[in-house]
C-alpha cells in the first residue's frame, strides 16, 4: 500500500513554469514505478510522464518532450514534474501514480494507465494566455 498527495498546482501565464510534487508514505517508495498522468474535463486521463524504480529511466508523451522533467527524491520519498514553458493545453489537473516494481521486471517506463495500482486525488494546474 501506498499513498500519494499532489501539490503544486495552480494558475500560471503562458511560457511560465510550475514544479509539482507527490509525496508518497511507506517505506518501499524506492521500489515503486512512477508516473504523471493529466485529465480535462469530459476527457479521458493521458499519460504526461514515467519513471522506473531500479535506473529512472523516464518516458514522455510527445506533446511535453523538451518541456516536462520527472525526477524523484527516494530519500524524501518524492516525485516531481518540473514543467516549463506552459501553454493553454496544458491546462488540466495533474494526477500522480505508483505501481510496485521488482528485480525481475523490465525496468521500461510505463505510459498506460492500467499499469498504475495507486493514485493521487489530484492538483489542478491552469495556464492562462
Request: aromatic share 12%.
Amino acid at each position: 500500500q501506498v499513498q500519494l498527495v499532489e501539490s503544486g498546482g495552480g494558475l500560471v501565464q503562458a511560457g511560465g513554469s510550475l514544479r509539482l510534487s507527490c509525496a508518497a508514505s511507506g517505506r518501499t517508495f524506492s521500489r515503486y514505478h512512477m508516473a504523471w498522468f493529466r485529465q480535462v474535463p469530459g476527457k479521458e486521463r493521458r499519460f504526461v510522464a514515467a519513471i522506473t524504480w531500479r535506473a529512472g529511466r523516464s518516458n514522455y508523451a510527445d506533446s511535453v518532450k523538451g518541456r516536462f522533467t520527472i525526477s524523484r527524491d527516494n530519500a524524501k520519498n518524492t516525485v516531481y514534474l518540473q514543467m516549463n514553458s506552459l501553454t493553454p493545453e496544458d491546462t488540466a489537473v495533474y494526477y500522480c501514480a505508483a505501481v510496485k516494481g521488482s528485480d525481475y521486471d523490465s525496468d521500461v517506463p510505463r505510459a498506460y494507465e492500467s499499469a498504475y495500482d495507486y493514485w493521487g486525488q489530484g492538483t489542478q494546474v491552469t495556464v492562462s494566455s
